[in-house]
Structures are given as C-alpha cells and as structure tokens.
C-alpha cells in the first residue's frame, strides 16, 4: 500500500489556518508563522547601501522558537503550500519562509486567493504556482526605503522636537506637503469681495399656497459679470435692485441620474467606516481582516465571510457578477437589474478584486462582535 502524502501549509494567522484547514482533506496540516518570521534587526541599519543596497535579514528573536517547530514539520513534508495574503506583504512573507526554512524550489508551492470559502480554496490548490519575486522585490523596496529614511530622519526628530518619534517614508514626504502648503496659506494676501443675494417669491395663483419662494445670486448687471469689491459698492447696487422688477425669463428642467457607488477599495472602505461609524483606519482593517479570515459561526466553524480587503482595483469576478445578478433578481425584481453590469473607468484587471461579500447568502446574517 502507499503511504499517503503529507501536505504542509503555512498561512499567516491561526484564525486563517482554522477557516481553511476545514476546507482541506486529511492530507494536508496547516500551520501559521504568525506574520512575519524575518526582519532587518532593528539595532542598526542593516541596508549595504555602497552593495546594491542588500539587505540584511535576520529571524526576528520572538519567532526562533516557532521556526524550529515549521522545520519539523516541513521535514516530514512532501510539499509546502505557501498560503499567505495575495498582495506583496504576503508574497515577502512566502518568499521569508522559504529562505527561513531552506525549502527547495521543488517542494514549495504557492496559492492564492482572494476570498476565503471552499470553491475558491479547492482552486487554488488545484492550481498552484510559484513565489513572484517582482511583488517580493516591490516590498523589499518599500522596507528598504522605510529603514532608509526612519533610521536617519528618526534621531533628528529626537534632538529637535520629542524623544521616541519616528519619522516613516510616506509621512515624511506628507508632513512636508502640509507645512509648504500651511506656507502658502500665510503667504496668501486677501481680496474683500461682496456678494449679493435675494429671497423672491412668485406671484399667488389662483390659490394662496400656489407662491413659490426662492434664492437668487447677481451674477450680471446690466449684462454685464461684476465685481464688488467693498461696501459702499454693494450698498449702491442693492438700493438700485430694490427699486427693480423682477420677471422670470427661463426656467430649465433637467434630470438627474444618481449611479450606483463603485465598490470597495481599502480607501473608500475606510472613509464609510470613519464617517459612518466613526472607526479609526486602523479598527476598520482589523475588523476587515477578521472577516476575512474566517468568523466562527457555530455548527458551520470558521467562515471568510468578505474578500481580501487591501486593493485599489474595482474589478470584480464574471463568478461574482453572476451571483450578484441573480441575488437582485430573486430579492428584488428584474426592474432593480440594469441590462448590463456596471463598469468603471479605473478597473485594473489583473489586480486582486474589490472588497465584497464573499458568500452572497449570507447578507442577511446578523453578526455579534
């Protein structure tokens, strides 16, 4: 009889590996590094930036004893299934475990996905592929450029302003945009304009409620656009409108089609979160990534119940329109269906989808945090 293989998966979180080892046949056992498992160490700068700018990693102290325990279990392995997030922390982290580990290139492989239920689990392990070091080589820059710039901005920050500040690569650069423009606003040298506005009201119809009021803004005088620049001025105009007539010369109807909002990026998912219900950036992607990973709801487990949440693309799968379809149809009506789905102009195909109900029926499900 053959032995049976062993399959070692690594995710990045417990919560993730319990959502999908329910989804994997006794052949497979998966374990989570935790995040992730290599760094530069912090005591120094640990970038050679006259040798190409090489990194120096090395296995962050809290994570040696969990290293020692993926060892063991790789070793009994007949293949390593990398399965962390899809974006380029989760490909770096992949490609960590592999140099931490000293996993071949024939035994590790990589899977993807962008919403955690079972048809796309069983997918993506029917279709492994290999670590994309252009995505790796992406997040080791970013990592590179924050060690970079914090390591040397950092202690600057202490001698001038507080100790323990740290200055980071992005917010560096904004801190920068805000005092040149909080320059400018200083700099700025106002203007006195005027403004003149009337509360009309139309002449009663045969009823007493049929008199409409409205505003109106000056615009032209004597057809003519002007500017009023000081109170006398406006004060002469406003005697000379009040001696006036006044008639309605055009009445323009129009109407107005609100579309539906776009989907959820991380950016939008964080504005809704922050002015609905006024959740920090950083509450919204922690609730975010708990949905995703997997909810327990009781008898059925661990459940992902959204897709990946970190993406600025507005594409969304032909599969997923389907269901979306279907689900208006059958909830709503035909009326509610537009004849074709809708598109936006900034759909980058290619790119991991829009943050969306990963199981459509569930939408009515309610949740206690």
Same mark, same amino acid.
């Given at each position: 009889?053959?032995?049976?293989?062993?399959?070692?998966?690594?995710?990045? @979180?417990?919560?993730?590996?319990?959502?999908?080892?329910?989804?994997?046949? @006794? @052949?497979?056992?998966?374990?989570?590094?935790?995040?992730?498992?290599?760094?530069?160490?912090?005591?120094?700068?640990?970038? *050679?930036? $006259?040798?190409?700018?090489?990194?120096?990693?090395?296995?962050?102290?809290?994570?040696?004893?969990?290293? @020692? $325990?993926?060892?063991?279990?790789?070793?009994?392995? *007949?293949?390593?299934?990398?399965?962390? *997030?899809l974006d380029r922390e989760g490909e770096a982290i992949a490609w960590h475990l592999t140099q931490a580990l000293g996993i071949p290139d024939e035994k590790a492989k990589r899977v993807t996905f962008n919403e955690i239920t079972k048809d796309a689990i069983l997918e993506a392990f029917n279709h492994p592929s290999s670590i994309n070091m252009a995505k790796v080589n992406a997040q080791q820059a970013r990592r590179i450029l924050d060690r970079i710039v914090g390591y040397q901005i950092s202690p600057l920050l202490w001698k001038k302003i507080s100790k323990g500040l740290s200055a980071g690569r992005v917010q560096s650069v904004a801190v920068r945009l805000i005092v040149e423009r909080e320059r400018e606003i200083r700099d700025f040298k106002p203007q006195e304009y005027w403004k003149i506005t009337a509360e009309l009201k139309t002449i009663a119809g045969e009823k007493p409620g049929d008199a409409k009021t409205f505003k109106a803004i000056l615009q032209k005088l004597n057809n003519e656009t002007i500017e009023i620049k000081n109170e006398p001025q406006a004060t002469d105009i406003v005697s000379e409108l009040q001696k006036a007539g006044y008639s309605v010369a055009n009445v323009k109807k129009q109407t107005k089609r609100n579309n539906a909002p776009p989907p959820f990026t991380t950016s939008l998912l964080q504005q809704q979160a922050s002015t609905r219900l006024q959740f920090t950036a950083k509450k919204t992607m922690l609730i975010a990534q708990q949905l995703y990973e997997g909810i327990d709801l009781g008898r059925e487990g661990a459940v992902g119940l959204i897709t990946y949440m970190r993406t600025d693309s507005f594409h969304i799968s032909e599969q997923a329109i389907t269901s979306c379809r279907k689900l208006i149809a059958e909830s709503y009506g035909n009326n509610y269906l537009p004849e074709k789905p809708n598109l936006h102009a900034s759909d980058k195909k290619g790119t991991q989808a829009l943050t969306r109900p990963s199981v459509l029926r569930r939408l009515n499900t309610h949740l206690n945090p």
């Open positions: 009889m053959a032995k049976a293989k062993k399959n070692m998966v690594i995710v990045e @979180s417990p919560a993730k590996a319990k959502t999908i080892g329910k989804y994997l046949g @006794s @052949s497979f056992f998966v374990c989570s590094s935790m995040g992730h498992v290599r760094d530069l160490p912090e005591k120094k700068l640990s970038v *050679d930036i $006259e040798n190409n700018f090489t990194p120096e990693y090395k296995i962050i102290p809290s994570r040696k004893k969990l290293i @020692s $325990e993926l060892l063991a279990g790789a070793k009994k392995a *007949d293949a390593i299934y990398l399965a962390s *997030d």
